[in-house]
């Protein structure tokens, strides 16, 4: 794979299993996440970049972290692919991820051919990705309702965009559409057309 990856989260032994498994996958290079100018700058050489979470006793530790992936400047860092990666996956670990904007939820151990095929899930693919008042991430719609019936909160109504992007591990990512929803007098949404 000509991606980058970037592992995140802190070095104890599950951090140093995930890096040990994805230096065998064989992406362009792998190292630990430093911040997002260290990112800004790999993404010019290597135009997708990945961002492997190693799992955390508390999802809430990593929120920062997400959240500033996912509102950086740079689209090339804003639309990457995060993945959370864990041996103890919790359903509230789950939930949270998806509520952070996570792309995929991994169960480890994974062998190195199961997790590649999990990782180039991400490349080559429509995606739709939704801004909201605090949330950005892909459409997570249908996950959420399945796994948290009857207690997931009615829309908001507010305004709220819908973008549809392209992830190429040569091009990098690709703005397909980007649409403005606005509601009007009677709730429902409108259409703002970029």
């Not at 796994?147 to 997931?152: F, Y």
């Amino acid at each position: 794979m000509k991606a980058y990856a970037y592992i995140v989260g802190p070095q104890d032994a599950t951090w140093s299993r995930l890096f040990g498994i994805v230096s065998e996958i064989g992406f362009r290079g792998v190292s630990s996440y430093r911040g997002l100018s260290q990112v800004s700058q790999q993404a010019s050489d290597t135009p997708l970049c990945y961002f492997l979470f190693s799992g955390v006793p508390n999802i809430a530790d990593l929120r920062q972290v997400a959240r500033d992936i996912r509102y950086a400047a740079n689209p090339a860092v804003r639309f990457s692919p995060m993945v959370y990666c864990a041996e103890d996956l919790s359903l509230e670990a789950t939930i949270g991820c998806i509520n952070l904007g996570f792309d995929d939820v991994i169960a480890l151990p994974q062998s190195e051919a199961a997790l590649r095929t999990r990782l180039q899930r991400q490349v080559g693919k429509h995606v739709v990705f939704y801004e909201a008042a605090g949330y950005f991430g892909p459409d997570r719609r249908n996950r959420v309702s399945s796994m948290r019936r009857g207690d997931q909160p009615g829309r908001p109504g507010g305004p709220f965009r819908r973008l549809e992007i392209t992830r190429h591990v040569l091009e990098g990512i690709s703005i397909q559409r980007d649409e403005l929803f606005q509601p009007n007098d009677s709730g429902k949404a409108m259409q703002t057309l970029q």
